[in-house]
T-cell receptor, first 117, second 112 residues
Framework: AQKVTQAQTEISVVEKEDVTLDCVYE???????LFWYKQPPSGELVFLIR??????QNEISGRYSWNFQKSTSSFNFTITASQVVDSAVYFC??????????????FGTGTRLQVTL | NAGVTQTPKFQVLKTGQSMTLQCAQDMNHEYMSWYRQDPGMGLRLIHY???????DQGEVPNGYNVSRSTTEDFPLRLLSAAPSQTSVYFCASAGGRGTEAFFGQGTRLTVV
């Protein structure tokens, strides 16, 4: 069965610091999809990025970057020059292509990021 | 641009009562699912559907029923509410395998 581990329960940083959120996953499928979602204090879930298992290219989007490494089953998320508006709970999630569908996401327990002035 | 709409946003139930959480999407997505979010546990899958007329159980299905009579709607029924079902419930839809899921605003349910 698939599993997603976010070992960091809570991280506190001062604004403008860089911060990396860790995500480690387990799956038996060779084809799978990884996601990051953000849940701000207002409670909605906001999609950030999707990666498939065949695409190990790292990605940068503004202050956000993602490091996908199949060799270590990790999909880490870095925020550069953090801002107070980045304060939220961040979830990593996994969907398997063979045994699962787009309906079946396995989530990590989330990392609460607190950015202070 | 409605996306995924959940109603109600808040609900308080007494133990033993039944109710239906509504979920509707206007994106013509085949895939829909229900999750519950509890402190420290992330989101856990309750039930899911890969198309109209097709549903299946997720990780925590006990105490919940679903049906999918149309592509747009995927209601979640609590048969006999228990305090353990106090949670925030999210409905999601996705357009295809490997695509991102879009979530509703959530329903905060309290069972007393």
């Amino acid at each position: 069965a698939q599993k997603v581990t976010q070992a960091q329960t809570e991280i506190s940083v001062v604004e403008k610091e860089d911060v990396t959120l860790d995500c480690v996953y387990e799956t038996r499928d060779t084809t799978y999809y990884l996601f990051w979602y953000k849940q701000p204090p207002s409670g909605e879930l906001v999609f950030l990025i999707r990666r498939n298992s065949f695409d190990e290219q790292n990605e940068i989007s503004g202050r956000y970057s993602w490091n996908f490494q199949k060799s270590t089953s990790s999909f880490n998320f870095t925020i550069t020059a953090s801002q107070v508006v980045d304060s939220a709970v961040y979830f990593c999630a996994l969907s398997e292509a063979n045994t699962g569908t787009a309906s079946k996401l396995t989530f990590g327990t989330g990392t609460r990021l607190q950015v202070t002035l | 641009n409605a996306g995924v709409t959940q109603t109600p946003k808040f609900q308080v139930l007494k133990t033993g009562q039944s109710m239906t959480l509504q979920c509707a999407q206007d994106m013509n997505h085949e895939y829909m699912s229900w999750y519950r979010q509890d402190p420290g546990m992330g989101l856990r899958l309750i039930h899911y559907s890969v198309g109209a007329g097709i549903t299946d159980q997720g990780e925590v299905p006990n105490g919940y029923n679903v049906s999918r009579s149309t592509t747009e709607d995927f209601p979640l029924r609590l048969l006999s509410a228990a305090p353990s079902q106090t949670s925030v419930y999210f409905c999601a839809s996705a357009g295809g395998r490997g695509t991102e899921a879009f979530f509703g605003q959530g329903t905060r349910l309290t069972v007393v």
